[in-house]
């Protein structure tokens, strides 16, 4: 199974390997908050961009540990690349440019980024 997702305008489109996820990260960081993220992390392996590499700019901010992802046209942050804990690379998946995830259904784990 996979799932797809993309940018408001569709230029940046990607596919991840697996179910969609029924849960999500709501984090309270002044980043998150602002954009109204709701995350989902899977294995950088299980990501592909699909199109819009060319579209896409990155911002990093607090420990430059997310590169978050950026359509320069429209301005959604679709995804995000970073490194778990465990020191593997992952991808942050923003569930709401997520068309096939039901976003009422979530059930969201609260992250204190706000403390961090």
Do not use: W
């Amino acid at each position: 199974m996979s799932f797809e997702g993309s940018c408001h305008c569709g230029a940046v489109t990607f596919t991840v390997e697996g179910d969609v996820p029924t849960t999500a990260i709501s984090c309270n960081c002044s980043h998150c908050r602002r954009k109204g993220l709701l995350l989902s992390f899977a294995p950088r392996s299980s990501f592909t961009l699909n199109s819009g590499e060319e579209a896409l700019d990155a911002y990093l901010f607090n420990k430059h540990k997310i590169e978050h992802q950026f359509c320069r046209t429209c301005g959604t942050e679709p995804f995000a690349y970073g490194v778990s804990p465990d020191g593997s690379e992952t991808s942050a998946i923003n569930l709401r440019c997520v068309p096939s995830a039901d976003l009422d259904a979530l059930e969201l784990h609260r992250f204190d980024g706000a403390r961090l």
